[in-house]
Protein backbone atom coordinates (compact mmCIF):
# COMPACT_ATOMS: atom_id res chain seq x y z
CA UNK A 1 0.00 0.00 0.00
CA UNK A 2 1.22 3.49 -0.83
CA UNK A 3 2.04 5.38 2.34
CA UNK A 4 0.30 8.42 3.82
CA UNK A 5 2.75 10.97 4.90
CA UNK A 6 3.29 14.50 5.60
CA UNK A 7 4.49 16.67 2.94
CA UNK A 8 7.55 18.64 4.24
CA UNK A 9 8.10 21.02 1.77
CA UNK A 10 5.64 24.03 0.85
CA UNK A 11 4.21 23.81 4.68
CA UNK A 12 1.36 26.34 5.08
CA UNK A 13 2.66 29.60 6.64
CA UNK A 14 1.80 29.22 10.18
CA UNK A 15 1.97 31.21 13.50
CA UNK A 16 0.80 30.17 16.93
CA UNK A 17 -2.02 33.02 17.14
CA UNK A 18 -5.25 31.27 19.32
CA UNK A 19 -8.44 31.86 18.65
CA UNK A 20 -10.11 35.13 20.10
CA UNK A 21 -13.47 34.54 22.66
CA UNK A 22 -12.37 31.21 23.67
CA UNK A 23 -14.15 29.73 27.39
CA UNK A 24 -16.82 32.40 27.51
CA UNK A 25 -19.37 29.36 28.99
CA UNK A 26 -18.27 26.65 31.44
CA UNK A 27 -19.68 23.61 31.50
CA UNK A 28 -19.86 21.47 34.68
CA UNK A 29 -21.12 18.60 32.57
CA UNK A 30 -17.11 17.85 30.57
CA UNK A 31 -13.97 19.16 31.22
CA UNK A 32 -13.93 20.10 27.57
CA UNK A 33 -15.32 23.24 26.16
CA UNK A 34 -15.51 26.18 23.51
CA UNK A 35 -13.38 25.81 20.34
CA UNK A 36 -9.63 27.24 20.28
CA UNK A 37 -6.98 26.73 17.96
CA UNK A 38 -3.95 28.56 16.54
CA UNK A 39 -4.45 29.65 13.14
CA UNK A 40 -2.63 30.97 9.87
CA UNK A 41 -0.50 33.33 9.97
CA UNK A 42 2.06 35.30 6.72
CA UNK A 43 5.30 34.24 9.17
CA UNK A 44 7.10 30.48 9.28
CA UNK A 45 9.81 32.32 11.28
CA UNK A 46 7.06 32.94 14.17
CA UNK A 47 6.09 29.12 14.29
CA UNK A 48 7.40 27.81 17.76
CA UNK A 49 10.59 25.54 17.50
CA UNK A 50 9.08 22.80 20.04
CA UNK A 51 5.78 21.74 18.46
CA UNK A 52 5.46 18.84 21.10
CA UNK A 53 2.33 19.34 23.91
CA UNK A 54 2.91 19.23 27.20
CA UNK A 55 3.79 16.88 29.39
CA UNK A 56 0.40 17.75 31.41
CA UNK A 57 -1.59 16.95 28.42
CA UNK A 58 -3.67 13.56 28.41
CA UNK A 59 -2.47 12.45 24.73
CA UNK A 60 1.21 13.03 23.36
CA UNK A 61 1.83 14.46 19.47
CA UNK A 62 2.49 12.02 17.10
CA UNK A 63 5.73 13.06 14.69
CA UNK A 64 3.28 13.26 11.80
CA UNK A 65 -0.24 12.11 11.41
CA UNK A 66 0.56 9.84 8.72
CA UNK A 67 -0.98 6.10 10.44
CA UNK A 68 2.37 4.57 8.79
CA UNK A 69 4.77 6.87 11.39
CA UNK A 70 2.41 6.71 14.50
CA UNK A 71 -1.03 5.24 14.54
CA UNK A 72 -3.12 5.99 17.70
CA UNK A 73 0.32 6.90 19.76
CA UNK A 74 -2.23 7.77 22.83
CA UNK A 75 -5.24 7.03 22.01
CA UNK A 76 -7.91 4.99 23.95
CA UNK A 77 -8.53 1.30 22.84
CA UNK A 78 -10.06 0.49 19.39
CA UNK A 79 -12.96 -1.80 19.33
CA UNK A 80 -12.23 -4.51 17.00
CA UNK A 81 -15.54 -3.55 15.65
CA UNK A 82 -14.49 0.09 14.52
CA UNK A 83 -10.79 -0.21 13.15
CA UNK A 84 -7.76 -1.47 14.92
CA UNK A 85 -3.96 0.32 13.97
CA UNK A 86 -3.01 -2.19 11.36
CA UNK A 87 -5.72 -1.24 9.57
CA UNK A 88 -6.22 2.19 9.72
CA UNK A 89 -2.01 1.87 8.35
CA UNK A 90 -3.30 -0.26 5.81
CA UNK A 91 -5.56 1.42 4.04
CA UNK A 92 -5.47 3.09 0.71
CA UNK A 93 -5.47 7.15 0.19
CA UNK A 94 -8.24 8.24 -1.50
CA UNK A 95 -8.33 10.39 -4.52
CA UNK A 96 -8.91 14.14 -3.36
CA UNK A 97 -12.21 15.73 -4.29
CA UNK A 98 -12.36 18.96 -6.01
CA UNK A 99 -13.16 22.09 -4.23
CA UNK A 100 -16.77 22.65 -3.36
CA UNK A 101 -17.64 25.02 0.01
CA UNK A 102 -18.89 22.52 3.04
CA UNK A 103 -22.34 23.06 4.06
CA UNK A 104 -23.06 20.28 6.78
CA UNK A 105 -21.06 18.31 9.09
CA UNK A 106 -22.38 14.92 10.27
CA UNK A 107 -20.26 12.71 13.44
CA UNK A 108 -23.25 10.18 13.74
CA UNK A 109 -21.35 8.17 16.51
CA UNK A 110 -21.34 11.69 18.37
CA UNK A 111 -24.43 12.76 17.59
CA UNK A 112 -23.36 15.93 15.72
CA UNK A 113 -25.50 17.06 13.26
CA UNK A 114 -24.50 20.70 12.13
CA UNK A 115 -24.50 23.23 8.98
CA UNK A 116 -21.57 25.17 8.68
CA UNK A 117 -20.70 29.09 8.92
CA UNK A 118 -17.76 30.12 7.85
CA UNK A 119 -14.94 31.73 9.41
CA UNK A 120 -11.99 33.99 8.11
CA UNK A 121 -9.73 35.91 10.58
CA UNK A 122 -10.07 39.10 12.95
CA UNK A 123 -7.74 41.62 12.44
CA UNK A 124 -5.81 41.04 15.04
CA UNK A 125 -5.52 37.77 13.25
CA UNK A 126 -6.80 35.47 14.83
CA UNK A 127 -9.49 33.10 14.19
CA UNK A 128 -13.42 34.23 14.29
CA UNK A 129 -15.12 31.90 16.21
CA UNK A 130 -19.26 30.53 15.78
CA UNK A 131 -21.26 33.11 17.92
CA UNK A 132 -23.57 30.34 19.65
CA UNK A 133 -23.19 26.91 20.71
CA UNK A 134 -24.22 25.79 17.28
CA UNK A 135 -23.22 25.99 14.30
CA UNK A 136 -20.16 24.67 13.53
CA UNK A 137 -17.63 26.57 11.28
CA UNK A 138 -15.27 25.72 8.46
CA UNK A 139 -12.06 28.21 7.92
CA UNK A 140 -12.42 29.30 4.41
CA UNK A 141 -8.22 30.02 4.16
CA UNK A 142 -7.81 26.11 4.76
CA UNK A 143 -8.81 23.54 1.55
CA UNK A 144 -12.55 22.53 1.77
CA UNK A 145 -12.93 19.16 2.78
CA UNK A 146 -12.34 16.68 0.38
CA UNK A 147 -9.73 18.52 -1.73
CA UNK A 148 -5.75 17.92 -1.38
CA UNK A 149 -4.80 19.22 2.60
CA UNK A 150 -5.83 19.63 5.64
CA UNK A 151 -9.63 21.07 6.16
CA UNK A 152 -10.49 22.95 9.55
CA UNK A 153 -14.08 22.73 11.29
CA UNK A 154 -14.05 24.42 14.71
CA UNK A 155 -16.58 24.59 17.05
CA UNK A 156 -18.23 24.91 20.83
CA UNK A 157 -18.71 22.16 23.04
CA UNK A 158 -20.93 24.53 25.14
CA UNK A 159 -22.03 28.23 24.90
CA UNK A 160 -24.34 29.97 27.69
CA UNK A 161 -25.19 26.82 29.84
CA UNK A 162 -25.99 25.41 26.41
CA UNK A 163 -23.93 21.67 25.25
CA UNK A 164 -22.37 22.78 21.63
CA UNK A 165 -21.85 21.02 18.29
CA UNK A 166 -18.35 19.61 19.83
CA UNK A 167 -19.54 18.48 23.02
CA UNK A 168 -18.28 14.69 22.70
CA UNK A 169 -15.72 15.53 20.63
CA UNK A 170 -13.55 14.03 23.42
CA UNK A 171 -15.00 11.10 23.50
CA UNK A 172 -14.74 10.26 19.34
CA UNK A 173 -12.79 6.96 18.57
CA UNK A 174 -10.26 6.24 16.37
CA UNK A 175 -12.28 4.43 12.84
CA UNK A 176 -15.43 6.87 13.36
CA UNK A 177 -17.22 8.03 10.41
CA UNK A 178 -17.34 12.27 9.55
CA UNK A 179 -19.46 13.04 6.66
CA UNK A 180 -19.45 16.86 5.22
CA UNK A 181 -21.81 17.43 2.89
CA UNK A 182 -20.95 20.29 0.01
CA UNK A 183 -22.32 23.05 -2.05
CA UNK A 184 -21.93 20.86 -4.83
CA UNK A 185 -23.96 17.96 -3.45
CA UNK A 186 -21.28 15.80 -3.04
CA UNK A 187 -20.44 14.88 0.44
CA UNK A 188 -16.85 14.29 1.56
CA UNK A 189 -16.73 10.86 3.47
CA UNK A 190 -13.44 10.92 6.29
CA UNK A 191 -12.03 8.38 8.79
CA UNK A 192 -11.01 9.34 11.80
CA UNK A 193 -7.57 8.11 12.78
CA UNK A 194 -7.06 9.75 16.33
CA UNK A 195 -7.45 12.08 18.71
CA UNK A 196 -5.50 14.08 20.86
CA UNK A 197 -5.40 17.27 23.79
CA UNK A 198 -2.46 19.65 23.49
CA UNK A 199 -1.73 22.30 26.02
CA UNK A 200 -2.34 25.80 24.45
CA UNK A 201 1.26 27.13 24.76
CA UNK A 202 2.81 23.85 22.76
CA UNK A 203 -0.27 23.26 20.19
CA UNK A 204 1.39 21.53 17.05
CA UNK A 205 0.41 24.43 14.72
CA UNK A 206 3.05 22.30 11.65
CA UNK A 207 1.21 19.23 12.57
CA UNK A 208 -2.36 20.70 12.52
CA UNK A 209 -2.20 22.92 9.61
CA UNK A 210 0.57 21.87 7.45
CA UNK A 211 -0.02 20.71 4.05
CA UNK A 212 -0.60 17.20 3.82
CA UNK A 213 0.10 14.47 1.09
CA UNK A 214 -3.53 13.31 0.90
CA UNK A 215 -7.06 14.91 1.68
CA UNK A 216 -7.02 15.58 5.63
CA UNK A 217 -9.90 17.48 7.99
CA UNK A 218 -9.14 18.35 11.49
CA UNK A 219 -11.90 19.12 14.34
CA UNK A 220 -10.74 21.59 16.72
CA UNK A 221 -12.27 22.44 20.11
CA UNK A 222 -11.27 23.46 23.41
CA UNK A 223 -10.22 21.04 26.56
CA UNK A 224 -8.63 20.15 29.93
CA UNK A 225 -9.15 22.70 33.30
CA UNK A 226 -11.41 26.04 32.94
CA UNK A 227 -9.22 29.42 34.04
CA UNK A 228 -11.44 31.30 35.82
CA UNK A 229 -9.31 34.58 36.07
CA UNK A 230 -8.82 33.89 32.00
CA UNK A 231 -12.57 32.78 31.22
CA UNK A 232 -10.77 30.08 28.87
CA UNK A 233 -9.88 26.84 28.86
CA UNK A 234 -6.14 25.58 29.08
CA UNK A 235 -6.10 23.18 26.40
CA UNK A 236 -6.90 22.21 22.77
CA UNK A 237 -8.52 18.93 21.76
CA UNK A 238 -7.77 18.08 17.84
CA UNK A 239 -9.50 15.24 16.06
CA UNK A 240 -7.37 13.95 12.91
CA UNK A 241 -8.85 12.18 10.46
CA UNK A 242 -8.67 11.46 6.27
CA UNK A 243 -10.86 10.80 3.43
CA UNK A 244 -12.39 7.79 2.32
CA UNK A 245 -13.91 9.17 -0.37
CA UNK A 246 -17.07 10.47 -2.19
CA UNK A 247 -20.54 9.05 -0.66
CA UNK A 248 -21.85 6.90 -3.19
CA UNK A 249 -25.40 7.54 -3.83
Not at 20 to 28: F, I, L, N
Not at 32 to 44: M, R
Not at 60 to 89: F, K
Not at 178 to 196: E, K, M, P, Q, Y
Request: charged content about 10%; glycine content about 8%; overall charge negative.
Amino acid sequence: MKARIAVGTAVTALAAVFVAGCGTSHSTKSAVAPSVAPVPSSAVASVPASSAPASSAPASAPVSDSPMDSVLPSAPDVPSSVATAAELANLPIAKPMSKSIPVRVQVPSIGVDSTLMDLGLLADGSLQVPPAAFPAGWYTGAPTPGQLGPAIIVGHIDWAGVDGVFYRLHSLLPGAEIDVTRADGSTAVFRVLSVHEYAKDAFPTKLVYGNTAYSALRLITCGGAFNTKAHSYEDDIVAYAELVGPAVT
